[in-house]
């Protein structure tokens, strides 16, 4: 198996990559980013994913077998240029899509998020299929890219596999410009200065994950046999959900001084319009997915990592 990871040096590539080549082999995992170097130990390839001749190149000299595409512009940031925004993640995906297409691929991971719902859908328990009406850029172009997928499946047999993504929790690896970073940046602030300003509302609550129930995840998914695979867009896949008070109220659990404070910005309207809990019934069913972290096993291993 040699597996290409675009967006490899983000929140979610970096320890993805890394638990790829603990599971495949240092060699047969090719990370890619459009950074010039990478911040890890691993075979690295610059790569911007709208150059198609590039990624078709890179999939011949490695013998690719499988891609991670990863690399998108998230939530709040895309919203600064929203064309910019399509433009990589909707021709990044084509470019992956044709590639699978092109070079018979076995494999291909799309990640989609929360963020193709909107305010049309229902918003507790929000199920498997319902409507998506996003409303931002990322979104939209999520929304967008899972029928690709779908389309690529059905049409060429291309076996491309999806989780819509909640907000991924790491401690050792920064988000960059998602609307659920708060809870990342939350502990940092906890641990170093005992305090931490809210952007997100007290008393809005997001579906969230803790990064090692991503990862594993995502692995699941991708290792289960194909004809368990019954939903070709994009599957819910939910850990936990809670509030920004809900969260500031286990830190405190470890951290008893911390102070919380809160200055909603227009990252609120975003989260506001995103689900409070997800349906992922589909997920644990077809391929058994069950989350291993709740709120308080998150919070505690994270302050314990970042203590130490
Ligand atoms: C974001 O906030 O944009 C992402 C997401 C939920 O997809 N973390």
């Not at 470019?95 to 929360?114: C, G, H, M, W």
């Not at 997928?149 to 819509?164: E, H, T």
Request: charged share 20%; with cysteine; aromatic share 12%.
């Amino acid at each position: 198996m040699r597996i290409l990871i675009t967006g490899g040096c983000g929140q979610i590539g970096t320890v993805l990559s890394k638990a790829l080549q603990d599971k495949h082999g240092f060699d047969n995992v090719i990370v890619t980013d459009i950074r010039s170097s990478p911040p890890f130990e691993c075979m690295y390839e610059q790569l911007d994913v709208t150059d198609s001749n590039k990624l078709f190149y890179l999939i011949s000299k490695y013998h690719v077998t499988q891609l991670y595409h990863l690399a998108a512009i998230l939530s709040a940031k895309g919203e600064a240029n929203p064309i910019f925004t399509w433009n990589i993640n909707m021709n990044g995906l084509l470019n992956i899509l044709e590639s699978a297409k092109n070079y018979q691929l076995d494999r291909v991971f799309y990640p989609s998020t929360i963020a193709v719902f909107g305010l049309l859908t229902p918003r507790i328990d929000t199920p498997q299929h319902t409507n998506l009406t996003p409303e931002t850029v990322y979104g939209i172009s999520k929304a967008a890219g899972e029928n690709w997928c779908n389309y690529y499946f059905k049409k060429y047999g291309v076996d491309v596999r999806s989780l819509r993504y909640p907000g991924i929790i790491s401690w050792d690896t920064q988000p960059g410009g998602g609307t659920t970073d708060y809870a990342v940046d939350i502990f940092h602030k906890a641990v170093e200065i005992g305090k931490y300003e809210s952007y997100i509302d007290h008393g809005t609550r997001l579906p969230m994950m803790y990064m090692p129930d991503a990862i594993k995840a995502t692995l699941e998914l991708m290792e289960a046999p194909k004809e368990s695979i019954k939903v070709r867009t994009s599957y819910n896949v939910a850990a936990m959900s809670f509030t920004p008070a809900e969260l500031a109220a286990a830190i405190k659990q470890h951290l008893p001084d911390f102070k919380i404070t809160y200055q909603p910005d227009f990252r609120q309207a975003i989260a506001a319009s995103w689900p409070e809990s997800i349906d992922d019934q589909e997920a644990r069913k077809d391929w058994n997915w069950q989350e291993s972290y709740d709120l308080a096993a998150m919070t505690s291993d994270i302050i314990k990592n970042l203590t130490a």
